[in-house]
């Protein structure tokens, strides 16, 4: 059973750092995309990050970019969101998803692409 569980998220104020991290068990996934979405009360789940299969090619939100780093470790079978400067508008409870089709370009940034999803950690930031 396939099972990804995200943590460090908590509450942090405007301009601080995050380190979020997304542990995947049941099925390895370095040869496969994940990204990060976020959901914030009342909105829509939206598009955050994803990373390549290789790690070699990111894709952001522009809401994030410039702020946010994604980055995966291969071995652990881990993906990591780095958040700097944050701002209150970046409260959300944050999922992983990985998918298990394969994409030898550009990782796919649609929700409807990604098969597996955490339960998310909350981040909130306070102005």
């Known amino acids: 059973q396939v099972q990804l569980v995200e943590s460090g998220g908590g509450l942090m104020q405007t301009g601080g750092s995050l380190r979020l991290s997304c542990a995947a068990s049941?099925?390895?996934?370095?040869?496969?995309?994940m990204g990060w979405f976020r959901q914030g009360l009342g909105k829509e789940r939206e598009f955050v990050a994803s990373i390549s299969w290789s790690g070699g090619i990111s894709l952001y939100a522009e809401s994030v970019k410039g702020r946010f780093t994604i980055s995966r470790d291969h071995a652990n079978n881990m993906v990591f969101l780095q958040m700097n400067s944050l701002k209150p508008e970046d409260t959300a409870v944050y999922h992983c998803?990985?998918?298990?089709?394969?994409?030898?370009?550009?990782?796919?940034?649609?929700?409807?692409?990604?098969?597996?999803w955490g339960q998310g950690t909350q981040v909130t930031v306070s102005s």
């Open positions: 998803a990985a998918t298990d089709i394969f994409y030898d370009r550009s990782p796919p940034t649609a929700q409807n692409e990604y098969t597996y």
């Open positions: 049941g099925r390895n996934f370095s040869s496969y995309p």
